[in-house]
């Protein structure tokens, strides 16, 4: 009896070490994560265009005039800030499209893929809505879109593709990758070409890269841009426009 409550203890204790050792490297690692630069800080400053709403779930972009009903939702990267994308939104709102970025929990997608959900809920006064997702949170933003096609019509993939197969979904999307990205390579795409919405149409920027699409400084493992951050993402914005004005 003395043997097997010594041996009843001892598991004890090594289930309690693996569950801590577990819990302090998932701590670590989530911590760990891109924040936005100055120039993402700066534009969440509302001003003519656009107001800006900071809480802690969203970052919301009403445009000031003509503001279409449609509108955008933007997944960020995985553990990117959320503010690193507010370039980008700022300009869709500047152009008359209300543009959120979801705020996920740990900076991972994975951890609330259904948080559009509250976004929807919340802007009664938008009629179309369009994700977009950079990276992992492309992934993310797709399976949202995939499982709820009643509510979205268009994705944006930045830098990202489908994980479940989306070829029969019956909303259309827009691919934008950069020509020297080098964590969404060409192969990745051409591989993945299949699980695409049948109605996708897909733009390469020469020579921009993974990370330019956000504001928030280098990206490990990702090749360097011989194109400014800042025409990487003009690009990407004529794009996007003229994709949300197809609707």
């Given at each position: 009896?003395k ?6 203890k ?5 289930v309690?070490?693996v ?8 701590t670590y690692y ?6 936005a630069?100055?120039?993402?800080l700066a534009?969440l ?5 656009y107001t800006v709403v900071?809480?802690?779930?969203f970052?919301t972009f009403t445009?000031?005039?003509n503001?279409?009903s449609?509108?955008v939702?933007f997944y960020?990267g ?6 690193s994308?507010?370039?980008i939104?700022s300009?869709?709102?500047?152009n008359g499209?209300t543009?959120?970025?979801v705020?996920?929990p740990f900076?991972l997608?994975?951890f609330?893929?259904?948080k559009a959900d509250?976004?929807i809920?919340?802007?009664k ?5 369009v ?6 949170g492309?992934v993310?933003a797709?399976?949202?879109a995939?499982n709820?096609?009643n509510?979205?019509?268009?994705v944006?993939?930045l ?12 909303f ?7 020509s020297?990205?080098n964590?969404?390579?060409?192969q ?6 299949n699980?695409?919405?049948a109605?996708?149409?897909?733009v390469?920027i020469?020579g921009?890269?993974?990370y330019n699409?956000?504001?928030y400084?280098?990206q490990a ?5 011989t194109?400014?951050r800042?025409e990487?993402q003009?690009?990407?914005v004529g794009y996007?426009l ?6």
């Amino acid at each position: 009896m003395k043997f097997i409550k010594s041996k009843n203890k001892l598991i004890l204790i090594i289930v309690l070490a693996v569950v801590l050792i577990a819990g302090a490297s998932f701590t670590y690692y989530v911590s760990d994560y891109y924040h936005a630069d100055s120039i993402a800080l700066a534009a969440l400053s509302s001003n003519d265009n656009y107001t800006v709403v900071d809480n802690s779930n969203f970052i919301t972009f009403t445009p000031t005039h003509n503001q279409s009903s449609t509108g955008v939702i933007f997944y960020p990267g995985a553990k990117v800030q959320a503010e690193s994308y507010s370039v980008i939104a700022s300009q869709l709102a500047t152009n008359g499209y209300t543009t959120i970025i979801v705020k996920m929990p740990f900076n991972l997608a994975i951890f609330d893929v259904n948080k559009a959900d509250q976004v929807i809920a919340q802007h009664k006064e938008i009629s179309t809505w369009v994700i977009a997702g950079h990276s992992l949170g492309g992934v993310f933003a797709s399976d949202y879109a995939l499982n709820h096609q009643n509510k979205i019509k268009g994705v944006i993939y930045l830098g990202a593709y489908p994980d479940e197969n989306a070829s029969n979904a019956t909303f259309k999307a827009l691919s934008l990758r950069g020509s020297l990205d080098n964590l969404t390579t060409s192969q990745d795409i051409y591989q993945n070409l299949n699980k695409f919405p049948a109605n996708t149409t897909f733009v390469t920027i020469p020579g921009g890269n993974h990370y330019n699409f956000g504001d928030y400084g280098v990206q490990a493992g990702d090749n360097n841009s011989t194109i400014s951050r800042e025409e990487q993402q003009d690009i990407a914005v004529g794009y996007i426009l003229e994709f949300l004005q197809s609707f």
